[in-house]
């Protein structure tokens, strides 16, 4: 892979020693991109999975060839309000 990815460079007219790319000081910025969207993704689940944020969603009925939307009351705070007992 280090020959490859130094071919490569090579080609491109980037100079970069093999031994850069073998200690990982070569990174492609696609790799961190992925990194970086891996980890808020997994933020994100978290934070629904704590309670810290919901997901918002729509209700959607079909009742023949007709649809209606319908969507959740919501407080003050943004939420929906608490079922009743």
């Known amino acids: 892979m280090v020959d490859l990815l130094h071919s490569m460079s090579v080609a491109l007219g980037y100079r970069h020693a093999k ?36 997901i918002p969603m729509l209700a959607q009925v079909y009742q023949g060839a007709e649809r209606t939307e319908t969507e959740p009351s919501k407080t003050e705070s943004g939420s929906p309000p608490e079922p009743k007992s």
Do not use: T
């Not at 992925?34 to 994100?44: E, F, I, N, V, Y």
């Open 19 to 54: 031994a850069d790319i073998n200690s990982d000081a070569y990174y492609p910025s696609g790799y961190s991109d992925a990194d970086l969207d891996q980890l808020r993704s997994r933020k994100l689940l978290l934070e629904v999975l704590e309670g810290k944020r919901q």
